[in-house]
């Protein structure tokens, strides 16, 4: 019988039975503050977004500007704004009333003047990493 289990598993592997085939989710990122003194208040240049599933949009260019309680991503045409409360350790809800009354629940990290961001936006997964341009 042990010999069969190993046919079967080097045939699977032979035919790329070990490669995924189902779409692939977005990146999850979690950590909070990283560095301190760091704080979240600031503007990032996009490098990366992903919506719904992998892989990330090609060429999608925009920032996120975060103050002390507003939060606003302007990726392409569109821009999303609303109000943010954080939860420890790494936890954002944005409250979003633009484009459309929803909500963004998540976790993020920052570091390094690095922040990405990921969560879920009506049942939808989203990732967000940018760049701090300026504090």
Not at 99 to 106: F, M, N
């Amino acid at each position: 019988m042990k010999v069969w289990s190993c046919c079967v598993v080097l045939a699977a592997a032979a035919c790329g039975g070990d490669k995924a085939t189902a779409p692939i989710p977005c990146d999850t990122y979690h950590g909070g503050i990283v560095a301190m003194p760091d704080s979240l208040p600031g503007t990032y240049d996009l490098k990366s977004v992903c919506s719904g599933m992998k892989p990330d949009q090609a060429g999608a260019s925009g920032t996120v500007t975060i103050t002390g309680t507003d939060f606003t991503a302007s990726i392409g045409t569109t821009t999303y704004s609303g109000m943010y409360t954080l939860s420890n350790p790494d936890g954002i809800t944005v409250n979003l009333t633009s484009p459309l009354p929803t909500q963004l629940v998540g976790t993020y990290r920052l570091r390094n003047d690095s922040l990405a961001v990921s969560g879920t936006v009506g049942g939808q997964g989203l990732s967000l990493v940018g760049t701090r341009v300026t504090p």
